[in-house]
T-cell receptor, first 115, second 114 residues
Framework: NAGVTQTPKFQVLKTGQSMTLQCAQD?????MSWYRQDPGMGLRLIHY???????DQGEVPNGYNVSRSTTEDFPLRLLSAAPSQTSVYFC??????????????FGPGTRLLVL | GNSVTQMEGPVTLSEEAFLTINCTYT??????LFWYVQYPGEGLQLLLK???ADDKGSNKGFEATYRKETTSFHLEKGSVQVSDSAVYFC?????????????WGLGTSLAVNP
């Protein structure tokens, strides 16, 4: 199993540009989520999905869109990039969203710089 | 709502020193508790977990005991190595209703010097 994969690893955007961060998992996990990690602020949940066709907002959803057309893929779209979206983005998955004991598996991250 | 509080870093230790990273929580019911570790340039990975009171999670020489009476889940290691240098995150996940979301501490950076 490749686990959770993310592409690209690093991206530079200009203000106003759009892009899609890709995330895929091959573990047949039901639950997938996107976090951003910023210094001094820990991990903040952007969006999450409890299954194909079902998505919901996390703590900081503004400026981001997601979709979940398949179990495997959960792309994150930046509609119009802003410098405040400069961050490291992590995708994570777990087998079920309903089990409190579930381990989350993280991708290696995408480092995004918005100029 | 549920919350997690971790001791602030950075923590700097010499090799073979004893490590404690404090984590306390606020939660209703009986949450599961986790420690995740993030090595430089990588994503987070589960270090250990405990799912009920008095459980002890352990892995790679690290231990943490789920203490419901003090609402704590402190991470300890008896003798740290340079390779333990990383950021450590305490997390909580409730087991019922709207409390199933994973709640994260802010992370504690550990640097171990040879």
């Amino acid at each position: 199993n490749a686990g959770v994969t993310q592409t690209p690893k690093f991206q530079v955007l200009k203000t106003g540009q759009s892009m899609t961060l890709q995330c895929a998992q091959d573990m047949n996990h039901e639950y997938m989520s996107w976090y951003r990690q910023d210094p001094g602020m820990g991990l903040r949940l952007i969006h999450y999905s409890v299954g194909a066709g079902i998505t919901d907002q996390g703590e900081v959803p503004n400026g981001y869109n997601v979709s979940r057309s398949t179990t495997e893929d959960f792309p994150l779209r930046l509609l119009s990039a802003a410098p405040s979206q400069t961050s490291v983005y992590f995708c994570a998955s777990s087998y079920s969203s309903w089990g409190g004991q579930e381990t989350q598996y993280f991708g290696p991250g995408t480092r995004l710089l918005v100029l | 709502g549920n919350s997690v509080t971790q001791m602030e870093g950075p923590v700097t230790l010499s090799e073979e020193a004893f490590l404690t990273i404090n984590c306390t929580y606020t939660a209703t019911g009986y949450p599961s508790l986790f420690w995740y570790v993030q090595y430089p340039g990588e994503g987070l990975q589960l270090l250990l977990k405990a799912t009920k009171a008095d459980d002890k999670g352990s892995n790679k020489g690290f231990e943490a005991t789920y203490r419901k009476e003090t609402t704590s889940f402190h991470l300890e290691k008896g003798s740290v190595q340079v390779s333990d240098s990383a950021v450590y995150f305490c997390a909580l996940r409730g087991n019922a209703g709207n409390n199933r979301k994973l709640i994260w501490g802010l992370g504690t950076s550990l640097a171990v010097n040879p």
